[in-house]
């Protein structure tokens, strides 16, 4: 890839070898470029962790960076070594319809369809020039499923952390304290350990609400025999972790607690051990499925064994009994299967693994015993 006379990206740099595969990808395809315009995306390929910026990447031609005013030193700094970089004052997208004219070997471009909107589409259809545009899907996506060994280590940094946070929380967690409060708490630790933002925000569902698997943490007090269901996620380099733990508070666990529990925590142990690259989703899926639909509950986990990890919380790979593609070396993906007696309520347990080609790794802790928090 050609520089723009900047200092080169060093070799530990990532950013070439992606820019690379994406290249070959866009030859396959017979695309001269592609127009990024997802910002993890184009995080993945130039580095840039702002809020505002359009990558243009091209075969043959220097790839060129579209940023505002805002982002001008930052983008110097972070995108320097692999783009172009223009700031512009008005539309972004008018100037990059101008800078691909300027390249000769331009022709036909991709462009985000499953990210772009219908409007800035219709712009890049009726562009005016000799570019054609065409609609692409999950070109860098695919690339990200299989993370490089600094990926897989902001991701069990962020772990790491957020099961500190979670030890820090769980000691104080009292009947009669709200969901709300306990899951600013939470974020309060996730923050001070150094997650740079919440993926997600926080989930604290306690009683008959851990029985719904999305809950938004309310203003329900805590009362004695409850289950409280905590989703929680950090990010640490821009990469995100993202765990599930649930556990009693104010009693003992009764009975009918502990044998749900311990079906969803040995369906899940066996899954995310079990679990391989190669396998497809539907396979990975059935891991835990197998377990929890054997004891009768197979209609109480409707949602897929997992997902995805990486610059994004929900990713590539599926995860899931409707997938058909295989998981690839490389990806980290979630393991969090769930069992949800509405009116009663859920438990569901998640930790984060990495497949290598020798097995899968756990990067959360996995520690999964039943905690009662009395
Ligand atoms: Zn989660
Ligand atoms: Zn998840």
Redesign the pocket.
């Known amino acids: 890839m050609r520089t723009s006379g900047r200092p080169g990206p060093g070799p530990a740099d990532p950013r070439p070898a992606r820019c690379d595969q994406l290249a070959a990808s866009l030859g396959e395809r017979d695309l001269d470029g592609l127009v990024v315009s997802h910002l993890p995306n184009v995080r993945y390929l130039t580095g840039f962790t702002g809020t505002a910026g359009l990558f243009a990447f091209l075969r043959d031609g220097e790839p060129v960076f579209l940023s505002d005013f805002r982002y001008a030193t930052q983008a110097e700094a972070e995108v320097g070594g692999v783009a172009r970089i223009e700031i512009v004052a008005d539309d972004p997208w008018k100037r990059l319809l101008s800078v691909l004219a300027e390249y000769p070997t331009a022709r036909t471009l991709a462009y985000e369809a499953h990210t772009l909107t219908v409007k800035k589409a219709e712009l890049l259809a009726a562009n005016g020039t000799r570019l054609t545009f065409k609609p692409e899907q999950r070109l860098v996506e695919r690339l990200r499923a299989c993370k490089d060994p600094e990926e897989v280590r902001a991701i069990h940094s962020a772990a790491t952390l957020a099961m500190e946070a979670f030890e820090a929380v769980l000691p104080t967690v009292r009947v009669g304290q709200r969901e709300i409060e306990i899951a600013a708490r939470l974020e309060f630790e996730l923050r001070k350990r150094g997650s740079e933002w919440h993926p997600f925000p926080t989930i604290a569902a306690s009683g008959p609400r851990s029985a719904l698997p999305h809950a938004t943490s309310s203003q329900r007090e805590l009362q004695a025999g409850d289950w409280l269901l905590l ?1 929680f996620g950090a990010q640490v380099d821009g990469y995100c972790a ?1 765990i ?1 733990r649930t556990v009693v508070v104010g009693r003992r666990a009764d009975e009918r607690q502990r044998a749900i529990y311990e079906l969803v925590r040995e369906a899940q142990r066996s899954a995310r051990t079990a679990i391989r690259a190669g396998m497809t989703g539907r396979e990975a899926d059935a891991l835990a499925r197998s377990m929890i639909g054997a004891k009768g509950f197979g209609d109480a986990f409707g949602h897929s064994l ?2 995805g ?1 990486g610059l994004e ?2 990713e590539e790979p599926r995860v899931s009994a409707t997938s058909d593609e295989v998981l690839p070396v490389g990806a980290v993906v ?1 393991v ?1 299967p769930g069992v949800y007696l509405p009116g009663w309520g859920g438990v569901r347990l ?1 930790d984060d693994v990495h497949l290598t080609s020798d097995g899968a790794v756990l990067l959360s802790d996995g520690e999964t015993e039943l905690r009662e928090v009395i």
């Open positions: 989703d993202d599930t997992g997902h990890l919380v929900h979630t969090e998640e």
